[in-house]
Every structure is written in C-alpha cells, then in structure tokens.
C-alpha cells in the first residue's frame, strides 16, 4: 500500500443554512447533503432563537430572515421531513432555547422510528457568549446555568453521542477578542458549566468523565493563521490541564479538546468581496493544517456574507472549498507537519502561559458568571474592538480593498448587487404567523397549557427541566409560550453594554481628525444652545449584533457626545420614546439582520406623529444599495455599511446632519 491511500478520515462539511420557512430550508439541506456535505448546520431565525413566537411584536421584521422559523413540533417535522435523523449528525446554533429545540428534535426523531441514543449531533447551547456578544439570552445567569447543567445531565443520560455544548469563542473574537481573551472566556464558561454539572449532583462523580467527553467548542479562525494555528495548539494543551487537575480525567480519550470551527465572518469586507474567499482559504487552513490541532468539523462562510445573505451557489462554492483540500491536497497523508518547530512552541508557550493567567483572574472574581454580571468580560472585549478599529483607522492593520488598495476593476459578481444576494419574500411572515395561528386553533389546548403549568412548577423547583420540556414539545406548545413560562420564573435579562466603562481608543491631540471633530461638536451644540449634543444610539428587532453601534456610542462620547444606548431588543415604540425624553438632537439605529425596511420606517412614522420629525435619522448595517436607497426617499438623513470602516468620519457626518436638520451653515472644519 502506498503512501498515498493511507489518508485520515476528512473532518465533517457543514453549511450554516436555514431561512424563510420549514419548507424551504428542509429543501436546501436535501440539495447539500446532495452535494457532499457530511452533517447538517441549522441557522435559525432570530424570533426563536430569542423565544418568541412570529406574531410577537419583537419579531416583526425578523421572521425566517437570518434562520429558519421553528414555532412548534410541527415546524420541526416539517425541517427534517425526508431526512432519516438517526443517520445525521445535525449542529444546531441555538443557546437560550437550547433545550427546547432539542426536545422538538427528539419527538421527530422518535416519530421516525429512530433509536434516540443514536441521535449524533450538537447543540451550541453556550450562554455566556450571547450576554457578551451575540445578544440572544433570555434568562439571568443563575436559571440559564441550571438549563444548560439540566440539558448536559439529560443527553448524557438518554442521549449519549450528543454534544450538549458547544462553548463558543467564535463571537468573542467577532466581539474584538484577542487570541488570549478568546481562550480565557470560552475556558473560564467552561469551567463555570463543568462545576455547575459537578455540583448539582445528577451524574454520579465516576460518570463524570463522560460530562467531559461531551464537551465540544466552537471557535473562530481569523486570517492571521499561524497565530490561529497556534491558538488552537494553545487551546488544546489548557483543555488537558484543566480536565486533568481540576476534574482529575485520567482517560486521555475524555481529556480530548474536541471543536468544531467556522471561519471569521469578522474579516470579510463589502469593498472587493472577491478578496473574500482567499481569507476563508487561509482561516480554513488554521484550522485543518496542523493534525494535532485539526478541526472535527468546519463550516465556511460564503463570499458574498458582508452584502446580505448567501444564495445557494455560494454556500456550494464554500464546500467546494473544503472538498477539494480535502480531496485533492496531500494535506490528510501526513502526521503533523509542524510537530517540533521551535517558532510554533515559543508562540504557543506564551499563549499558555498568558491565558492561565488570565483564567485566574476570573476565577478570583468568582467564575465566569460573576466576571458577566459585574461587566468585566465585556468592557474588556469592547475595549479590544475599539483598539482594533483605531488601528484599521491609522492604517496600522491593514485590509486590503479596505484601506490599502483600494482602486479596483469593475467586479463581475457584484454587476447586479440586487441579484449577488438571497432576499426574503416579505410575504413570507405573514405566512408563517398564518400557520402559527391555525397550529394553535388545531392543538390540544387542554393539554398544551397543562404542559405549560407542569413546567412552570418544574422550574420554581429544582428538578431537571428536561422531562417537562417533552411535555410540551409534545402537547404542542409553542417557542414563544415555552419561553415565556420560563420567563415567568426566572425573569429576564438585561446584559451590561460595556460602553461607559471602556477607555478612550483614539486620541484626539490637536490636529488629529477626532479633535476636528471635538471641535465640530463643542460648536454645534454652542450654537444650539443645547448645552452638549445627544445622541441615541437605538437596535430595534432582535438583532443582538451590538458590536457596531458600541463602537459607534463610544467614538460619539469621545468626541464629546452624551450618548443614550440602553443595549439592544427594543421596540421602534421604545426607541421614539427614548428620543423625547432625553430630548436627543440625533438617532442613530443599527440592524444587521435585514429586517431594516420594517423597523426602520417604523421608528420614522413614530417620529412624526410625535411632531419630532426634525431628529435626524441615520442608520448603520448590513443594508443593499436599492434597500439605503429606499430609506433614504423614506426620510433617512444617512445610511452607513461595512464599508464606512472610517468612526470618527461617520460621527463627523452625524454632526452634519445635525446641523442641516436644524438650518445650521455647514461647517468648514474637515471630518
């Protein structure tokens, strides 16, 4: 036999993907799984992700626009009609409502005649990064823990080859973390998640090398690879420590750091979006080079991510990616390549030693949930970001397309923008609410709200969560009722923001463009008489991207700006009201998830009727050239995309605006 037959197994292929309804995304997984993909990657919409049903006020705009709609059992048999479960091995991005989604997955599993201890497949189910970055919690700290030690108890008991957590660093590094904070946080959750599960006392202390054994992460590999390399070495080597001398593992198969890995979509620029897919090659390569450092699965993003949403072909184009490194490349024929190199061991021993440190500190705080409540973990992570964004802005990191080369040919896909992306039907809600409606007229009432009561009871108690949980999966409740009887009991959560405690990340000594528009600001406001200018920093819908409009609350207070952000999940009711209270001069609102050209006209129409229709109104996100067209015939004053990287220019024409709004002449001073 040759050496070129011995080839190691490829990691699994995945394609994040799910939008618009059951239907249409159950037809997508059967045309990728056509293609070759080795595991399904369930995107869901926001509304369930957040729990709430489509008809719920906070969902509109939102419905099957970054996901797939899952109200209800029948929704999920509808997702996986025609797919034999027991054969899968489904990743499920979904964290507050973890627990739920897996009980729906479980019932349709049972109904096709499926051995549930064969189930394969993972929940992400990792609530520290959403009050830190991703903002989809629901619940305080304390009840959320206890849903996520109920679900580890519950699949290691019943559904064994399940991953009931996949504790994800990918949007600490989205967030602005560096190599050294991805580790630490996504380790200190860990250990916050492995010590709540000991300390419950539902898995006996010599079963709980199996509790470690499921224990998966999901991480980011950005385009710096060889320091990503490096980061996953570095994450390996503290997994083994910390399970081994905190947990006392001896089997060296239940220490495994065990991830899976979805390339940085942080990196990826709307200018020259073609130079996307040579960035993903390189982030894959982090993560696949090294074998004692490779990925269990890989998923990739598509070229096209910083427009809108992929089509088809692209998400085909990014497994095409993998396949062919996979298939074509040498690169499984090999034991690890890098295995002895002093450059690589020197980088991972500082990772290391700088991330125990790190780990300590939390730990001295009292543990990862302490480290949320307090705000530390996200002034530290807003703090990264403001740094990194001050470096793209000098020109000191560099993007290509971005702020060095950025004269280009004209480009071939992007011709027709319109078309160079996926967009959702906006009739496409109302059907769904439609066959929400007509799912609860046809349920068992009796039975659906009996369910409801028994986990309520559950939940004031301390039994495990689970066993309810099917109940109503079963009975036919819905992601909004589940949600809502939980939020009953536990209460909801507000997260800190972290943006009045991070430090100033750009200076502004005379003649630096911050302090141009220090100038521009302190003059405005002496001219309005209005003391200091206000700005509300506004994230209607359910989007929990806040990093850019922290960015933005920040550079504005640096410049002199009061600044009103109140975090994200508000209504355009409560943003309007906001506005007139604090008496702003602007509003600013962010939304990355499309459902822009619901809320944002919202907000506008709220404005008028209020009288107050001369606050400008600017809006930032991921919003199509026909879509910032539109909102501006609307009454928009200004729409900003990932392609305006430049902070301070963007707070220089919001005094603009200001200005123009209230027939100021406009300043000559340069932003």
Not at 257 to 286: C, D, H, K, W
Not at 437 to 443: K, L, M, Y
Not at 483 to 498: I, K, Q
Not at 499 to 507: C, D, L, M, Q, R
């Amino acid at each position: 036999m040759t050496e070129r037959q011995k080839k190691d197994r490829p990691w699994l292929m995945r394609t994040y993907a799910g939008h618009s309804t059951a239907e249409a995304s159950n037809e997508l997984y059967r045309r990728n799984l056509a293609k070759g993909q080795t595991g399904l990657s369930v995107a869901f919409d926001l509304p369930t992700q957040t729990g709430y049903d489509p008809d719920h006020i906070l969902a509109r705009g939102e419905v099957g626009r970054v996901g797939v709609p899952v109200s209800h059992l029948g929704d999920m048999r509808r997702l996986f009609q025609d797919i034999p479960l027991e054969q899968m091995n489904t990743s499920m991005t979904i964290n507050a409502t973890a627990m739920w989604l897996l009980a729906l997955y479980q019932v349709v599993a049972e109904e096709q005649g499926a051995d549930v201890t064969r189930l394969q497949g993972t929940t992400q189910n990792d609530i520290v990064k959403e009050y830190l970055s991703r903002g989809t919690h629901v619940f305080p700290p304390g009840p959320s823990l206890r849903l996520t030690t109920d679900m580890i108890t519950y699949t290691v008991n019943h559904i064994p080859k399940w991953n009931p957590i996949n504790i994800c660093s990918y949007h600490l590094q989205e967030a602005g973390a560096t190599p050294v904070q991805e580790i630490s946080y996504a380790m200190s959750t860990a250990i916050a998640v492995l010590d709540a599960v000991r300390d419950s006392g539902q898995v006996p202390a010599d079963r709980f090398g199996e509790v470690v054994a499921r224990i998966s992460f999901f991480v980011n590999a950005g385009v710096r690879f060889i320091e990503e390399m490096c980061k996953m070495r570095a994450f390996g080597r503290i997994w083994d420590k910390v399970t081994r001398e905190r947990y006392g593992i001896e089997d060296a198969k239940q220490r495994r750091f065990r991830y899976g890995v979805q390339v940085n979509s942080l990196g990826l620029t709307e200018a020259q979006p073609e130079n996307n897919v040579q960035r993903i090659v390189l982030e894959m390569l982090a993560v696949t080079l090294s074998k004692d450092a490779r990925a269990r699965a890989v998923q990739l993003p598509a070229w096209n991510e910083a427009l809108g949403l992929p089509r088809p072909w692209d998400q085909q184009w990014s497994l095409r990616i993998q396949q062919v490194l996979a298939h074509e490349s040498d690169l499984l024929e090999y034991e690890d390549i890098f295995a002895g190199s002093h450059v690589i061991e020197a980088k991972v021993d500082s990772l290391v030693e700088e991330c125990l440190a790190e780990i300590d500190r939390i730990q001295e705080m009292g543990g990862a949930m302490a480290a949320v409540e307090s705000g530390y973990l996200k002034s530290q992570l807003v703090s990264s970001h403001a740094e990194r964004r001050a470096r793209i802005e000098a020109g000191d990191e560099k993007i290509v397309g971005v702020n060095i080369y950025e004269t280009t040919e004209e480009n071939p896909l992007t011709a027709d923008l319109d078309t160079a992306i996926m967009t959702v039907d906006p009739a496409n809600e109302a059907k769904v609410v439609a066959k929400l409606h007509e799912w609860r007229d046809n349920r068992d009432e009796a039975r659906a709200q009996e369910a409801l009561a028994a986990l309520k009871a559950t939940a004031a108690g301390d039994g495990n969560l689970f066993a309810a949980t099917l109940e109503c999966a079963r009975a036919g409740v819905t992601t909004g009722e589940w949600s809502w009887a939980l939020r009953d009991v536990f209460g909801e959560f507000r997260a800190p923001t972290g943006v009045s405690s991070a430090p100033v990340a750009v200076t502004a000594e005379e003649g630096t463009p911050l302090a141009l528009v220090r100038e521009k600001v302190t003059r405005t406001a002496d001219e309005l008489g209005s003391g200091r200018l206000r700005l509300l920093v506004g994230k209607p819908g359910l989007d929990g991207h806040s990093n850019g409009a922290e960015q933005i609350a920040v550079r504005a207070r640096d410049a002199g700006f009061e600044v009103v952000y109140q975090g994200i999940r508000l209504t355009p009711e409560q943003i309007v009201n906001a506005a007139l209270a604090e008496d702003v001069h602007c509003v600013g609102l962010s939304i990355l998830s499309g459902s822009h050209a619901e809320l944002v006209p919202d907000v506008l129409d709220r404005l008028r009727e209020a009288g107050a229709e001369d606050i400008p109104v600017i809006v930032g996100g991921i919003i199509p050239n026909a879509d910032a067209a539109d909102l501006k015939r609307a009454g928009v004053a200004a729409v900003f995309t990932p392609k305006d990287f430049g902070i301070t220019e963007i707070i220089g024409r919001i005094v603009d605006e200001i200005r123009k709004a209230n027939k100021l002449d406009p300043l000559e001073v340069p932003a």
